[in-house]
């Protein structure tokens, strides 16, 4: 009945004979008003407070602007409420997919949607034209109601591999001219939320945002590559752009222009609507797709010690880490950068290693392998490399150094996954765009990296706990990031040192614990060598238990940049996980979301010296009920971890 009361209420609003349309969240704190006049322009606001100011929104096509002096033909609006099942589940098995839809359909034959979640607001053209169009722009503007703060991840050119720092500016503090890429988050008035990014991206460019040098934001797009030169064996030079960002069928839905907003810090880390606004599933089977651990070489540059051969790209340096994937129930090892005779050459494996003998041993010991590739090399014979990987039985692939978001980059993604799919083959996408769910069509896509991770540790001091904090908030909004934790060394900033072939970390050993916990990474990586594994017994058995996908997410508590405290259910079980940045703080912890019965508790806490001494840590293991309340003490730099066994 409320729904229906909520519906005829719309309806009202939506008159034939006015010029404005208003629509509500299904709880109704989240209202948008859409304004058709010259142009079609929308505001926002959550309660009584706007957020958004008079926004237009056109697609230039060249010989037309759709959204420039629009004829609306009608007005029309639903309402869905429903479960939504997940294939990967990121962070739930299940979505909540509650949503109020308005539907302004114009001459001549496109329309403009509007949807409105309790957590957000997304809106996309669709066009019903029978030829092919040419898209020269889209218009994206974004007009802020006040000089709200930003978490923006500013690039110096739009072939990126989305890797950057979050600047902490003022809107107007921006000069005009810089850009970013997404998801970029706005903080506005009351602890206002508003998560920027885009959904259902397919056949089109990623969307990128400009500052004008006030409280606004414009869009920006690469534009298709007419020609270009090779420079060295994974970049290009001398390029030469058309004037427009897409040619593409005229009959076809736009990408989800996606808007998560929140009052709380907590609610805003568990938003998917990237997912939900993403089309439904393309693969018929799916049962062979396998999320998990993976242990990984190119981080520690096979680093390994306590052996009687000398270590390098060869078979008994790989069997050593699968013997150790092996031991710890770890299902994966990646064969990154080095396998193959040169990096153009992808087919056939550097004559130190035999491949074949090494896919073989890990299957002996239950362990698959994934192999790294140049998107390029893959490009150049996407189905005869693909068909000679299954052959051979690898895993899945590991595609890299992209750094190109262009409509034709994006059309690869999709290629390439299916290609893999068709194969049975699992693919994960390194020096890459951020998330924009492809995923939820081809959920062998298993992990993105496009974020500035661990990697960075080897040549910078860049990954601070802020830094890591802060991903939660941004980056992880717009879908699973391969951020490659597990570090073994860990160091505070005294006594940290840049290293490339035996990197570290700054922060504790309990913040790289907690990271299994807090971010969303279905193929989650061990960067470490697995000799330090082996030294750090205690903690290398408690990160080998950690699911890398899970039937429920709960953020406990949260603040942007700060800390934040994680909740992960699998079957009877709860992870826990809570980091912070260089604050030392103290969080408090209401059990009473477990289920019924009694739990062993294993903690894994920042030690008394963990300051001064990051390594240092403290396992502890109680018996817990929901009824238990309690006392997280972390280190500056610190973490926390749990895992609660039901007995």
């Known amino acids: ?121 997304a809106y996309r053209f669709e066009t019903s034209m029978k030829e092919e169009i040419t898209v020269k722009s889209e218009e994206v503007s974004l007009n802020f109601a006040g000089d709200y ?237 693909l068909d000679l990987y299954a052959k051979w039985g690898a895993k899945g692939i590991k595609v890299d150094f992209m750094a190109r978001s262009e409509q034709y980059m994006v059309n690869f993604y999709e290629r390439a996954a299916k290609a893999c799919a068709d194969r049975k083959l699992l693919i994960d996408f390194h020096g890459a765009f951020k998330p924009s769910g492809m995923a939820r069509a081809y959920p062998n896509i298993i992990n993105y990296e496009g974020v500035k991770g661990m990697e960075n540790t080897k040549w910078s001091k860049d990954i601070t706990p802020e830094h890591d904090v802060t991903l939660c908030f941004t980056r992880m909004l717009a879908g699973p990031m391969d951020f490659t934790p597990g570090a073994m060394i860990n160091k505070n900033e005294r006594d940290y040192a840049i290293s490339f072939s035996n990197p570290m970390s700054l922060g504790t050993r309990c913040h790289q614990i907690a990271m299994y916990v807090c971010y969303d990474s279905p193929l989650q990586m061990l960067c470490d060598s697995p000799s330090n594994y082996y030294k750090e017994t205690e903690t290398t058995s408690f990160i080998s238990k950690m699911p890398t996908v899970w039937d429920e997410t709960k953020i406990l508590d949260a603040k942007v940049g700060d800390y934040i405290l994680t909740a992960r259910q699998k079957g009877n079980d709860w992870y826990l996980g809570a980091m912070t940045d260089w604050t030392a703080r103290s969080l408090k912890l209401d059990l009473s979301f477990l289920g019924e019965g009694t739990f062993e508790m294993e903690i894994m806490q920042d030690g008394a010296n963990a300051e001064m001494s990051c390594n240092d840590y403290k396992r502890i293991v109680k018996q817990v009920t929901k009824a238990d309340k309690l006392k997280i003490e972390m280190a500056k730099g610190g973490g926390w971890a749990a895992i609660c066994k039901k007995i």
């Open 1 to 121: 009945m409320k729904s229906f009361c909520s519906l005829l209420l719309i309806a009202f609003a939506l008159s034939a004979f006015s010029k404005d349309y208003t629509i509500t969240s299904p709880d109704g704190q989240i209202s948008v008003t859409v304004s058709v006049d010259a142009q079609v322009k929308w505001s926002a606001a959550v309660g009584k407070q706007a957020i958004f100011t008079n926004n237009s929104l056109s697609l230039d096509l060249g010989a037309s602007v759709l959204g420039a002096n629009p004829k609306v033909v009608s007005a029309k609006t639903s309402a869905v409420n429903e479960l939504e099942q997940t294939v990967v589940a990121v962070k739930s098995k299940t979505i909540r997919n509650n949503y109020n839809q308005l539907v302004l359909k114009f001459k001549p034959d496109y329309s403009v949607s509007f949807r409105m979640f309790d957590n957000g607001i």
């Open 149 to 385: 703060g930003v978490l923006f991840p500013e690039e110096e050119t739009l072939y990126s591999h989305y890797e950057r720092l979050y600047l902490d500016k003022k809107l107007s503090e921006l000069a005009a001219g810089k850009f970013c890429s997404l998801p970029t988050l706005v903080k506005a008035d009351n602890n206002i939320k508003i998560g920027i990014t885009e959904a259902d991206l397919f056949d089109y460019p990623c969307l990128f945002m400009e500052a004008t040098g006030k409280t606004a934001f414009k869009s920006k797009y690469p534009h298709v590559i007419l020609k270009s030169d090779p420079k060295g064996d994974r970049e290009i030079q001398h390029i030469q752009e058309a004037d427009y960002i897409a040619k593409t069928s005229g009959t076809r839905t736009f990408p989800w222009r996606v808007f998560m907003i929140s009052a709380e810090d907590a609610r805003l880390v568990e938003n998917q609507m990237v997912f939900l606004l993403s089309r439904e599933c393309n693969l018929t089977e799916t049962n062979w797709i396998k999320p998990g651990l993976v242990a990984w070489d190119w981080w520690n540059e096979n680093n390994i010690y306590g052996v009687d051969f000398k270590a390098g790209l060869d078979t008994k340096t790989y069997k050593y880490y699968i013997d150790f994937a092996s031991k710890n129930m770890i299902p994966y090892i990646i064969l990154d950068e080095g396998w193959t005779k040169t990096t153009l050459n992808i087919k056939e494996s550097n004559p130190t290693l035999d491949l074949q003998e090494l896919i073989a041993y890990g299957k002996s010991k239950n362990v698959d392998i994934i192999l790294w590739c140049l998107w390029n090399a893959l490009d150049n014979d996407l189905n005869g490399t």
